[in-house]
């Protein structure tokens, strides 16, 4: 009898033990849901999503992004861009540096089929730098429907960035310059890959874009690049600069570093050629601290 009753009372206990445990389960997972949701924050507009771990910077990082890709849209091609059919993500990794980022594109067909962004570093930094530059790339990517050659989409893209950034070019293309370090502009045009020496790559780009813009204005510089693509780097000079080849064209465009551009005060904002905002304070100097900022318009994995 008493063998029973232990039994029989041992059952209960073990069924209240079982559904402690999977209360104490279902209470842990809730919480981990939770920390979760509030770690990793989204914001929608009409052409972005934005996620990350603070909702006040994940706001500014959205209303940002609609701002820039209506005022790039505007300035390069001299119209909005239609609402796209789905936002395109945003993905946040805050940093206390420099900030950096990538666009990946899909195309099919002369059309973008899908794009994405992820970028990381002090919030001030993305929203000032790295933000402006990777918009630019995605309005060149749905203007051209297809990969833009990469130092004109690297190069181009940089001048949507603030002072801060356009200074440390300006250096690196001259000491580029100085060590007899750039390559022809024959050969830059035709660089499918990233070379070993980016920061070389990226400062050329830079300096080769800046300078077709101020001698031709931006809607010249997208029809030579996009000709260029299709006829020859030859033939598109020909047509848009009135030189007769990319030899000479590499010739006007040193002569124009050596002359003109070198002897501008680091960062110097050309009207002509620049999107970026002139921050006076940082414009006397005080603004060339960190290393040099790598962007990547996109991940050849998903272009087509």
Request: proline share 5%; aromatic share 8%.
């Amino acid at each position: 009898m008493d063998t029973a009753r232990a039994d029989h009372d041992r059952r209960p206990l073990s069924l209240l033990a079982r559904r402690l445990s999977i209360y104490s389960l279902i209470l842990w997972i809730t919480g981990f849901v939770l920390a979760s949701e509030a770690d990793a924050a989204s914001v929608r507009s009409q052409n972005f999503i934005v996620h990350g771990p603070d909702q006040t910077v994940i706001r500014s990082v959205a209303q940002k992004a609609e701002d820039l890709r209506h005022k790039i849209a505007m300035a390069w091609l001299g119209k909005p861009l239609p609402a796209w059919p789905k936002p395109c993500p945003i993905q946040l990794k805050l940093t206390g540096g420099e900030a950096g980022g990538v666009t990946s594109f899909s195309f099919d067909q002369g059309r973008v089929t899908d794009q994405e962004m992820n970028l990381e570093g002090s919030a001030d930094r993305i929203i000032n730098s790295a933000l402006p530059h990777e918009i630019t790339h995605t309005v060149f990517a749905w203007h051209f429907g297809a990969p833009m050659p990469r130092w004109a989409d690297e190069g181009a893209c940089m001048l949507s960035e603030d002072h801060r950034e356009l200074a440390r070019q300006d250096e690196i293309i001259n000491g580029l310059v100085d060590r007899k370090g750039h390559v022809p502009l024959g050969t830059l045009f035709t660089m499918e890959e990233y070379p070993k020496d980016l920061l070389g790559f990226y400062g050329q780009g830079y300096s080769v874009s800046r300078f077709l813009i101020e001698i031709g204005g931006r809607d010249r510089f997208l029809k030579f690049v996009g000709d260029g693509t299709k006829i020859g780097w030859d033939s598109a000079t020909r047509r848009h600069y009135n030189l007769p080849d990319s030899k000479e064209l590499d010739r006007a465009w040193r002569s124009w570093h050596r002359v003109v551009a070198s002897r501008r005060a680091p960062g110097h904002l050309h009207p002509e050629s620049t999107l970026a905002a002139a921050d006076r304070e940082k414009r006397n100097g005080r603004n060339n601290a960190g290393q040099p900022t790598i962007r990547a318009q996109s991940d050849d994995s998903l272009r087509r």
